[in-house]
């Protein structure tokens, strides 16, 4: 009995312990503060034709060096470019090595949008959304670097001709890396994971039903066991209760990020209320 009231409570505070969702956003990849230039076309001296470019190094505020991946798993809702060509590119994201001696091996994780570019060196925005992981790397397929700042022979960003194929085994970079990829991604928190709090709900409810039943059926038994039993399912249900916030909490999350209620029939399975009870009636 005490081990399905544990039960109860720790499957009602595992709600609470997804990620929160509908947050602000944050950004990965370049800061977008330079416009483009010097960046090498072809992509690989010697290889024709588009490549793959990855962004390992992408500098901060204060201008210093450093990899700006994917802070958690998410969705990316909008990637952000500058371009000094008009061009076809797809935005794309990546898993990369540590480089050695100028060498880094790269994994496609996910492909995003194929558009094409106006190519002023302004900042052009374009809606996404693809799930990634913590920790992938900005990536864009393009007929060339036109999207690259470089300065001083930046080793940033590092170039595979042919382009990369997802689900391929990772592949070694060719020729010299090159400076910053001018690419930005805006990532969210995955929204739709309110979406597992809210399916939940039938799950915490047939455990509160068990639970109401066998402690019913502890007070027919034995008269003596009623006071006990009803404080216990007053704390069930209080704790029933709060599974039925959190599923409230997923909803509003939910309409936050996406502008819509969820349309499914909201689960529920606690039948309690209407739960029949046999008595027993003296002779006479």
Known sequence: MTKKLTALAIAVVGLFALPATGQASDTFGSLLKNGPANGPSPC???????????????????????????????????????????????????????????????????????????GTGEIEEYAARVAVKQGVHVALDAPSASMVYNQGGDKFTYLYAPPLVKGDSPRASQGEPTGQLLVQAVIERDADRALKVWYKDE??????????????????????????????????????????????????????????????????????????????????
Do not use: W
């Not at 060096?65 to 008009?86: F, M, Q």
């Open 203 to 284: 799950e915490i409810d047939a455990m509160y039903n068990s639970l109401f039943r066998e402690l019913l059926t502890y007070m027919m038994e034995d008269p003596r066991n009623i006071g006990l039993c009803t404080h216990l399912l007053f704390g069930a249900k209080n704790i029933e209760r709060i599974g039925d916030h959190a599923t409230n909490i997923a909803e509003t999350v939910y309409y936050l990020v996406h502008g819509s209620a969820i349309t499914d029939q909201r689960p529920k399975g606690d039948t309690t209320s209407s739960t029949p009870v046999a008595l027993k009636r003296s002779a006479g």
């Open 44 to 118: 690989v001296d010697g290889v024709p034709g588009p490549c793959t470019l990855v962004g390992y190094i992408n500098p901060n505020d204060a201008g210093d060096p450093v990899t700006r991946p994917a802070p958690y798993d998410g969705v990316v809702v909008k990637v952000r470019i500058r371009s000094a060509a008009a061009e076809p590119v797809t935005f794309r994201f990546a898993t990369i090595g540590a480089p050695q001696a100028d060498v880094a091996n790269a994994q496609i994780a996910a492909d995003g949008p194929t558009v094409t570019l106006q």
